[in-house]
Structure formats: C-alpha cells, structure tokens
C-alpha cells in the first residue's frame, strides 16, 4: 500500500493569479514541492465544471480551457500542457459506481485547475483528470461522493478541490481597487475553519443553516462543493491544516484546506 497522499481544497480566487506572484500562489508553490512522495496523478474537482450529470475528462492530452471575459491577452496566451489519465479516469468512474460517469473527450482543464496547478506543479509533467460537478445533486451527495474517492489518495493520487469558500462577485472590488474584507465574509470563513477543524461534516455540508452570513458568502453553490469533495476524501480524525488565507477584493475566500 502507498503512502496517503493529502485531499486538498484551494481557493482560486481571480484567475489573474495565474500570472502572479503572491502569498497565496507562493503557498500553492511550497505546498506542491513539499509532497512526499511525489503523486503519480492529480484528481481535479473545480467549480468550473459545474454541469448537468458526473462526467470525468477521459483524454490523453487535455486541452487548456479559457473560461472567461475580459482578462489580458497574457492570459488567454496560458497553457497548461499537463497530460490527462484514461486510466485513472475509469478507476474514479469505477469508485463512483453505480453513478453513472460519462467519459468526456471535450473538456479539459478550466481554469480552476489550471490557474492553481500551474504554481503547484509548474512543469505541468504531472497528469490531471478533472471530474464535474452535477448541478442537480445537493451538497450530501457531493460530499458522499469525495468518500468514495478517498481510495485514490493511497494510490499515488493527489485530489484536488478547487473553488472559494467565499465567493460573492456582486461584492468584489474589481479593477485592483483595495477592498476591507466584509465583516459576513470573515465571519464565514472563520465559521468554516472552526467547523473543519472540529470535524463538524454535518454543519459544513448543511452550510445555508448557518445563516445569513453563509448566504452572502455562497449565493450560489459551485465554488464552495469542491470543499464537500475533500471533506468526504478526508480520513476521520485526520489532522487538518490552512497552507494559506485571506480574503481578496472583500468578497472572495483564498483559504487553502489541507487533510494529511
């Protein structure tokens, strides 16, 4: 048996932090050279892939998906070269079972993968599968679902979530504007901290009863279910760590969660 490798949850924040150098992507580069051993693969769960059913990227060569608006042509000129895992593809199929999983061949790697992995693994030589969210499920399912992958982590996998525990755009200072965080966002967040750390699942997967604090800060699902994903991959009582937080333009959470 390998040794387990972490399930990991990264808030991604603006996707200009791709072109960046900061604490956050700086911590996303210390987190990816530290790991020991060295993953044979990375499963991808980003809040980008927010679709109708399960489907999982089934190509060798994934392309690099621009899914934005209104960014610098620097940007859009960004490749992330990483090769994709057929093989590692039918075996998350295969955990998820019976679900049905749809092997895609159309996807790729949107930009809530690529715009982490390319501090975390610059030289993109590590393989990448990123699986989808259904859009139709509630957060119990997608939470059942990250316990049915936690296989993969003594595989050689490294399982990624990738979303922002807060993530409110109607409030975000954009155009570099300098923002305080709200006062909801940083009640949030902390609240998420506490509970992770307690190993409090049942409040985190029922997030809207925490008020109206979680409302604002998750008006709509998909960045905050890629954090359900690794919650579920965690082993009970697996210690948990923050490699890196912060709330960016007021209103969007970069707290990374580390299990193992």
Do not use: K
Not at 6 to 28: D, I, K, Q, S
Not at 48 to 56: K, R
Not at 220 to 231: D, G, I, M, N, S
């Amino acid at each position: 048996m390998s040794a387990r490798l972490p399930a990991v949850f990264l808030g991604h924040g603006n996707p200009m932090n791709a072109l960046g150098e900061n604490a956050w992507t700086r911590a996303w580069a210390v987190l990816g050279a530290a790991l020991a051993p060295r993953p044979r693969a990375v499963l991808a769960i980003s809040a980008h892939w927010y679709i109708s059913g399960t489907a999982v990227t089934a190509m060798a060569a994934p392309r690099t998906i621009h899914d934005f608006g209104g960014f610098p042509r620097e940007l859009f000129a960004m490749r992330y070269p990483a090769p994709g895992d057929p093989a590692l593809a039918a075996r998350a199929a295969a955990l998820l079972a019976p679900l049905r999983v749809r092997a895609d061949q159309s996807w790729g790697l949107d930009h809530g993968t690529w715009s982490v992995l390319c501090h975390v693994f610059p030289r993109a030589d590590i393989p990448v599968v990123q699986l989808s969210i259904d859009a139709a499920q509630p957060p119990a399912v997608h939470h059942e679902l990250g316990t049915r992958l936690r296989p993969l982590r003594e595989e050689g996998v490294l399982i990624v979530g990738s979303g922002d525990v807060v993530h409110n755009l109607e409030a975000y200072a954009w155009g570099g504007r300098p923002a305080q965080p709200y006062d909801w966002a940083t009640r949030f967040e902390r609240a998420v901290r506490e509970r992770l750390i307690a190993g409090d699942h049942a409040t985190l997967i029922d997030y809207p009863a925490m008020g109206d604090d979680a409302l604002l800060s998750v008006p709509t699902p998909e960045h905050y279910l890629p954090l359900l994903y690794v919650l579920g991959a965690s082993v009970p009582g697996e210690f948990v760590t923050f490699p890196t937080e912060g709330i960016d333009g007021g209103s969007v959470s970069m707290l990374a969660v580390r299990f193992g």
